[in-house]
Each structure stands twice: as C-alpha cells, then as structure tokens.
C-alpha cells in the first residue's frame, strides 16, 4: 500500500494553472510537517512549500505569490494551488508527510508530472 498518493499533473500552457493532490491512505495522526517538493530533469530535489500542524507555511521564493499550499483535514488530502505557471515550473511533484504516532513517520508520494509549455 503507497501512504501517499500525488494527482494533478499534465501538460499546461505557460501562464496555466494547474491543482496538485496529494491524498493519505494511512494516518497521519501525529503529522508536524506536510511538504510538496519538485525534481527538475538534471537538478536535485527543492523544497517547494511546507506546511507545519502548527499553520505556519512556508514557499520557496520560486514560488511565492504564485503557489499555494492548503490541507484537508477531512479528506485526509494535500494540495498545492499552482497559478501563472512558467516553463522553468517543469518538474515531478512530490509531497511528504512526517510525524510521530507511536513511532516516527516520513512518506513520499511517488510523483506527478508537471509540464509547462507552449
């Protein structure tokens, strides 16, 4: 069983918006840290937005005014809002979940593909 699972990716025009989920399929009780990271082709992974359970969120300077992050409590879900997209915006997103229940946690998605161009 994957413990989380991203959706959302596609190809999208430059200026595009795109929503990208990423959905629990296990507790998370106990999380301190929810994350979306992204990998370009040829580059290491960046932190893209963090998201603490105490409500303090965090973006990359890339991304900031244009990306945002937000939790579902309900759904058990991620997201991370993607608007005015730019081609240098291409790569495979993933979110990351920590936390503590009884034992440590660290989840990685397996990736969605993001693609900007025209």
């Known amino acids: 069983q994957v413990p989380v699972v991203e959706s959302g990716g596609g190809l999208v025009q430059p200026g595009g918006s795109l929503r990208l989920s990423c959905v629990a399929s296990?507790?998370?009780?106990?999380?301190?840290?929810m994350a979306w990271y992204r990998q370009a082709p040829g580059k290491q992974r960046e932190l893209v937005a963090t998201?603490?359970?105490?409500?303090?969120?965090n973006y990359a300077d890339s991304v900031k005014g244009r990306f945002t992050i937000s939790r579902d409590r309900a759904k058990n879900t991620m997201y991370l809002q993607m608007n005015s997209l730019k081609p240098e915006d291409t790569a495979v997103y993933y979110c990351?979940?920590?936390?503590?229940?009884?034992?440590?946690?660290?989840?990685w998605g397996q990736g969605t593909q993001v693609t900007i161009s025209s």
């Open positions: 296990v507790s998370i009780v106990g999380f301190y840290y």
């Open positions: 990351n979940l920590r936390g503590y229940s009884g034992s440590s946690y660290d989840y």
């Open positions: 998201y603490t359970n105490g409500g303090s969120i």
